[in-house]
């Protein structure tokens, strides 16, 4: 677990015993996830955005996504923001700076036959017609792209457990020093206001449960595995947002060029 803490939380009854969070430099995409129901399509000059595709060119992929909507699928624009960071939405960016650092880069789409089979026993169980359908259908893909706006942004989070270790000095001294060193851990946490992805949460004692329950307004299940709420998530990124605000781009695009924000996208005059 990284050592550059955003946060830590005392757990009251255990003092030598806290939690810490930190940002996950080693998270994996989501678009590498199985069971999304999407397929994000990007173009872009600089950046490795989105899934991979066999389109030839920009016209073949439009010409797909116009075949798409008009069979019944769902598809939704992509707008990229390049400014101090990277973020990407199915709305379009607003202010001065949007105006200039961002623009359509992509799009989302799931076809009539995708939809149809991933909800095909909640259409069952339920009589849920077509229409009813692309509603769930267009809300799944707007949450995966919040979550891909996060891994983008580098803003994706670890909650862990240390414990405080007693250790004597090597110097001949033999001065008692103390050491935190990590005890439990959960990584991958994407946070959006909808809910949270939480691939491999682990599961913790009742006191930290107590402590990483009050903190991030969180809901834990019998064996003590944390879910976060959509409160939660709203309360973190609240309580961390100085952090964010100038760390945000530092785990995933560090290392890439930024492209020209007088360029505009060649996709921008195909919507």
């Known amino acids: 677990m990284s050592e550059d803490y955003l946060a830590t939380y005392p757990v009251v009854g255990q003092q030598n015993t806290r939690v810490v969070v930190s940002y996950d430099d080693m998270a994996s995409s989501p678009r590498e996830w199985d069971g999304n129901l999407g397929t994000m399509v990007c173009f872009h000059d600089k950046y490795d955005l989105g899934d991979k595709y066999n389109f030839e ?12 909507s008009d069979d019944g699928g769902v598809v939704l624009p992509l707008y990229l923001m390049d400014h101090s960071g990277l973020s990407i939405s199915t709305e ?3 202010g001065d700076i949007a105006h200039q650092d961002s623009g359509i880069v992509g799009f989302i789409y799931a076809t009539r036959e995708q939809i149809q089979t991933a909800y095909a026993d909640l259409a069952d169980t339920y009589a849920l017609d077509l229409g009813s359908l692309w509603v769930r259908a267009r809300s799944e893909l707007k949450k995966e792209v919040a979550t891909y706006d996060q891994y983008i942004a580098g803003t994706v989070y670890e909650i862990g457990v ?5 250790y004597i000095a090597k110097d001949g001294s033999e001065r008692a020093l103390n050491r935190w060193e990590d005890k439990q851990d959960a990584d991958g946490l994407y946070l959006y206001t909808h809910d949270v992805y939480l691939p491999d949460v682990g599961t913790f004692d009742q006191e930290v449960a107590d402590v990483v329950s009050r903190e991030f307004d ?6 003590h595995g944390v879910s976060f709420s959509g409160s939660s998530a709203r309360l ?4 961390l947002s100085p952090t964010l605000a100038a760390q ?3 785990a995933k695009e560090a290392t890439q060029e930024r492209p020209d924000p007088t360029e505009h996208n060649k996709i921008q005059e195909r919507e």
Do not use: R, T
């Open 92 to 94: 379009p960016f607003v």
């Open 248 to 250: 945000s781009n530092q």
């Open 162 to 166: 240390q414990e405080k270790v007693e």
């Open 57 to 68: 060119d920009i016209d073949d992929a439009f010409a797909f996504k116009n075949d798409v």
């Open 236 to 239: 973190l990124k609240k309580e």
């Open 218 to 223: 969180l809901e834990i299940s019998d064996n």
